[in-house]
T-cell receptor, first 113, second 110 residues
Framework: IAGITQAPTSQILAAGRRMTLRCTQDMRHNAMYWYRQDLGLGLRLIHYSNTAGTTGKGEVPDGYSVSRANTDDFPLTLASAVPSQTSVYFC????????????FGPGTRLTVL | GQQVMQIPQYQHVQEGEDFTTYCNSSTTLSNIQWYKQRPGGHPVFLIQLVKSGEVKKQKRLTFQFGEAKKNSSLHITATQTTDVGTYFCAGERGDYKLSFGAGTTVTVRA
């Protein structure tokens, strides 16, 4: 693989179900991020990780959790999905310094019914 | 709430015309980045501005960072159909996290 990948591409989920969105990068980037994109609201940061073993809360963390067991993987878990979590989710990574661009994955379109 | 405001939300442009999208932050930024997202795609980095008053050009795109490092603009001249998409500004306040504007979605009339 080259760059950053996400799985699944899309998913329809019943409310109350647990779901994990996967994100893997092969660029050895220290920092990784999860965003959700909703019409008219742009990209909002859910959680981030500056380096393996550490995570932090972003702007809209409620209902989501993350882990960073190694450099490459940064899964996002919805413990009990609700319809308001219907969105497009993007994972991104960067070299970790303040002035590095972020590289985005192709996104996961999630619908919670 | 969103700390980086971006206007306009939509821009309908005649091919060949110019347009500008503006970005304003409520706080001083350490740097500002611009991204472009094509329809159905993911955001792709365009440029980063770091210095107060900085101006950078990429072909028909001109990016500016305000003197107070609180605002920025993207000006596109002679719009082409390849310019279609959503342009996001994203401000960084020195904590390695970006705060994205809501984006300007550009459509082009041929």
């Amino acid at each position: 693989i080259a760059g950053i990948t996400q799985a699944p591409t899309s998913q329809i989920l019943a409310a109350g179900r647990r779901m994990t969105l996967r994100c893997t990068q092969d660029m050895r980037h220290n920092a990784m991020y999860w965003y959700r994109q909703d019409l008219g609201l742009g990209l909002r940061l859910i959680h981030y990780s500056n380096t393996a073993g550490t995570t932090g809360k972003g702007e809209v963390p409620d209902g989501y959790s993350v882990s960073r067991a190694n450099t490459d993987d940064f899964p996002l878990t919805l413990a009990s999905a609700v319809p308001s979590q219907t969105s497009v989710y993007f994972c991104a990574s960067s070299g970790g310094s303040s002035y590095n661009e972020q590289f985005f994955g192709p996104g996961t379109r999630l619908t919670v019914l | 709430g969103q700390q980086v405001m971006q206007i306009p939300q939509y821009q309908h442009v005649q091919e060949g015309e110019d347009f500008t999208t503006y970005c304003n932050s409520s706080t001083t930024l350490s740097n500002i980045q611009w991204y472009k997202q094509r329809p159905g795609g993911h955001p792709v980095f365009l440029i980063q501005l770091v210095k107060s008053g900085e101006v950078k050009k990429q072909k028909r795109l001109t990016f500016q960072f305000g003197e107070a490092k609180k605002n920025s603009s993207l000006h596109i001249t002679a719009t082409q159909t390849t310019d279609v998409g959503t342009y996001f500004c994203a401000g960084e306040r020195g904590d390695y996290k970006l705060s994205f504007g809501a984006g300007t979605t550009v459509t082009v009339r041929a």
